[in-house]
């Protein structure tokens, strides 16, 4: 990919540095490729021998309070807070909900903010296109390239050196000190994401097992979930689903990852408008993540929401039906 493509100004506002900055402003070592590689592989194996281990072992109260507790904090904090708050500026949040937003979007395990925040701003700039870090479409139309390029916007782009130059996609995050104390931190987070259900675990029952089952599924499997919940939206909804509006890209609505997503597979809704808070803006269609902006906004934590504006939405539908347009309410 060529380092000399130019950022589109749209996207400018998103936080992008205009300019000459490249692309690409390093490259991962391959020890690090090969950290990824367990990371990724090791919550996976884990959530595919669940079943037989719950056979075994049973599955307490405890384990799925945690895991639940653990998921719930995480995929908020990873999608109200790194994607539609940090990347996309859709509120604006008081200093120490910042903060926590960023500290919980790095218990989901998926990067550093600044680093999760450049390469999504990326895959904006360059959707589906020569640019974009995680596009299935990067092969080609065909089965066998599509399959491939499946398995690498899932989780392979992990594995490409490229960095993300963040001076570029993110400089609003590099000059914000208690953003870069978060990525510093970003290796204690992990262990506390991984470790602390077997922490307490292990305290509650007062027994080895209870450490071990509390690691097992409040640890890699409740990790795995979030991460393959996150990747397919990377994925899936750039191939498979609804398209209901214009986004000029191939990101569809999948229905079924609405709820654990936390609203992030309206993935269509949300390139048709980048900014906006609410990404499933049709009636019926379940957005916790926006449920919780709103909270928020009750609360008096955020102000400045950017809601879904009816009139630039039916402007962006695909069918010539304005007026069949239903925005969500609040």
Known sequence: ???????????????????????????QSTAAVAMLWVFVVAPFVALLAAIPVAWGWGLSALDAGMAVAGYLIAVAGVTVGFHRYLTHGSFKANRPLRLVLAVAGSLAVEGPPTEWVADHRRHHAFTDREGDPHSPWRYGTG??????????????????????????????????????????LFLPLFAVSLLLPALIGGLVTSSWTGALTGFFWAGLVRM???????WSV???????????????????????????????????????DPTGARHGVLRGQIDPGARLIWVFEKLGWVHDVRWPDPVRLAAKRNDSSAAALRVAAR
């Not at 994925?235 to 709820?259: M, Q, Y």
């Open 1 to 27: 990919m060529s380092a000399s493509v130019s950022v589109p100004a749209a996207v400018r506002g998103d936080g992008i540095q205009p300019g000459p900055k490249p692309m690409i402003e390093a490259t």
């Open 234 to 272: 990377n994925s899936i909804c750039h191939v498979v689903g609804e398209r209901p509006f214009n986004s000029k890209d191939k990101a569809t609505n999948f229905w079924p990852l609405a709820i654990l997503s936390f609203g992030e597979s309206w993935h269509n809704s949300h390139h048709a």
């Open 143 to 184: 089965v066998r390239a599509l399959a491939k390029g499946l398995f690498y916007a899932h989780c392979g782009w992990f594995f490409n050196k490229e960095v993300t130059n963040k001076a570029r996609f993110a400089p609003d995050l590099l000059a914000d000190r208690g953003i870069r104390i978060v990525d510093r």
């Open 224 to 230: 795995a979930l979030l991460h393959h919940v996150t």
